[in-house]
């Protein structure tokens, strides 16, 4: 009895479904049909919320006085994505007409019902490329988004419930960058940059001296992405000065307008890093912002642009051009840095005269090397009175003598460039920023049992905090005609003499550091440095 109750029930749900699936209809008004991709057209009203209330969120394109003020350009477009759908919408509305208003009109493709949220969204930004002007923030970083809901579909044609109001998705700060040494020192850098922490947020390079012209001088108009509660680090700099502040719990709220007086601290003063470094009981020195360099072509001497960069064995003699006297008498053609060299060098041989401190490459066979080599001649003179080339007791000071000395140093790599890394006497750690250091030995060598790898991101917090980095770039010699160079480590020249043939180093091995010497003839490193008044 059961089983024929069952099979009865069975046969009239069978007979249900086949009734029901006869009077099925291909369309979308069939909830068990899934939307089709169709072709629209949609019409709205759209308000950069100037009549809204103050502080509510708004898109920003001008300044009125201390208020935003915004305003269509006929012809702007703004893109379309389906959040109920959760996916893009093809096709884009034009703003019909210039003014506060405008109607928002265009052909879409996709899948789009009643109910469904559009979020409408006006340029991409960038805030990468800034000038510190309004007129490029308008061009480039104005981003500014809607939501609407979708009231009907019909006949193709798309309303919505209301309107839709862009509500701005940055802020907009203007800076006014002052000297915190006086407070009122105005700043017209070159370039600036934001950081949070982890990336450049913000960056401005080549800030053109017309930005100021037309802001006013120390005047920068910047667009930010809102944030909330960041610690950031803002960074001035041009040729040779470089100013950072840093501010802690900071917010900037999407739609806001910020005019801001920033007191910038000097870090950099014509070349030198901000750190300060015991050589001495009583003296303390500050390092220049990379290993020197020399230029043949217009006959200068220069820092490198970053403590990472070095040239080393991309510009080098090739002996087949060279003619052999012994001993030398002809540095321009046999010796001295010139074409057979390359334009840039940053690898110098011990030097007793300001023109042969550009030579490296004397012959070790040479019976006179004494006669070109005596009282030496420091590089320093090549840049101004102010640099000079540490005494290899002032090296040791630093790694071995001042107070925590073996905590101060270890072995790193900034992007995959190996070096050796100080750090200043009163050093205190960014947050988020690991430092490993190295183990002194009775020998006065650091030894390092842990690589510190850092991004240029993360270098540069360090940097600004008073880390300088000495490069690995390597050594070249020329003994018997014959070109080697090694970037198997780094060799820093000292001031102080040895003997009529060598000088002491600093000397950067892969896994430790430690004081050295070298014939003269080699090609070492130099970095200079700069007294603390």
């Known amino acids: 009895m059961t089983n024929k109750i069952y099979s009865a029930c069975m ?98 493709t996709g899948i789009i019902e009643p109910s469904d949220i559009l979020t409408l969204k006006f340029l991409s930004p960038d805030y990468t490329g800034q000038d ?32 839709a109001v862009f509500e701005n998705k940055q802020a907009i700060v203007r800076f006014t960058l002052v000297d915190k040494a006086d407070g009122s020192t105005l700043l017209n ?57 840093t501010k802690e719990n900071v917010t900037f709220a999407n739609g806001s307008y910020y005019p801001i007086t920033t007191k910038m601290t000097e870090t950099i003063h014509n070349g030198a890093l901000p750190g300060e470094f015991s050589v001495s009981p009583t003296k303390r020195v500050r390092f220049s912002r990379g290993n020197l360099q020399y230029q043949a072509s217009t006959d200068t001497w220069r820092f490198a642009e970053n403590q990472y960069d070095f040239i080393g064995k991309n510009n080098f003699i090739n002996p087949q051009l060279m003619t052999r006297t012994n001993p030398p008498t002809s540095f321009s ?60 007791n002032e090296w040791d000071f630093i790694i071995s003598e001042r107070e925590n000395a073996s905590e101060l140093i270890a072995v790193g790599t900034i ?4 070096g050796c890394i100080l750090l200043p006497d009163n050093w205190q750690s960014p947050n988020n920023i690991t430092f490993n250091s190295g183990t002194a030995n009775e020998n006065d060598s650091i030894l390092y049992s842990t690589i510190n790898n850092y991004s240029i991101e993360e270098w540069s917090i360090m940097e600004n905090a008073g880390a300088v980095f000495l490069p690995s770039s390597g050594d070249r010699s020329l003994p018997h ?23 002491y180093t600093f000397s950067v091995k892969p896994n430790y550091a430690q004081i050295d010497k070298s014939w003269y003839y080699i090609g070492r490193s130099v970095r200079l440095v700069q007294d603390i008044e």
Not at 132 to 156: K, N, Q, R
Not at 367 to 386: A, E, H, L, P, R
Not at 415 to 418: D, Q, V
């Open 415 to 418: 992007n995959g460039i190996n």
């Open 11 to 108: 046969i009239a749900m069978l007979t249900i479904n086949i009734i029901m699936g006869g009077c099925s209809k291909n369309n979308n008004n069939n909830p068990q049909e899934p939307a089709k991709v169709q072709k629209y057209h949609m019409v709205v009203n759209a308000d950069k919320a100037q009549d809204h209330p103050a502080n509510t969120p708004r898109r920003v394109l001008g300044m009125d006085g201390t208020t935003v003020n915004a305003s269509w350009a006929a012809g702007e477009e703004v893109t379309v994505y389906n959040v109920t759908k959760n996916t893009a919408v093809s096709g884009v509305l034009t703003a019909q007409s210039s003014g506060a208003r405008t109607t928002l009109s265009g052909d879409l």
């Open 333 to 392: 053609t046999y010796y001295w840095q010139g074409t057979e060299l390359g334009d840039v060098i940053d690898l110098f041989a011990w030097s007793s005269d300001k023109d042969l401190s550009r030579v490296w490459g004397i012959e070790s066979s040479s019976d006179d090397v004494s006669k070109f080599y005596g009282n030496f001649m420091d590089w320093g003179v090549n840049i101004n009175d102010s640099w000079y080339t540490m005494s290899i």
């Open 481 to 503: 005609m014959y070109t080697n160079w090694s970037n198997f480590h780094g060799t820093y020249w000292s001031a102080t003499i040895i003997d009529t043939k060598s000088a």
């Open 189 to 245: 850098p070159t370039s600036f940059t934001i950081n949070d922490g982890t990336n450049d947020i913000v960056t401005l390079a080549d800030i053109p001296a017309a930005t100021y012209t037309t802001n006013g001088n120390g005047v920068l108009f910047i667009s930010i992405p809102g944030f909330a509660d960041k610690t950031i680090t803002l960074t001035a700099s041009n040729e040779s000065d470089v100013y950072v502040c």
């Open 132 to 163: 510190g002007t309004l007129e490029y923030i308008s061009a480039h970083c104005d981003y500014a988004e809607a939501s609407v809901t979708v009231a009907s579909v019909s006949g193709g044609n798309i309303t919505s419930t209301a309107d």
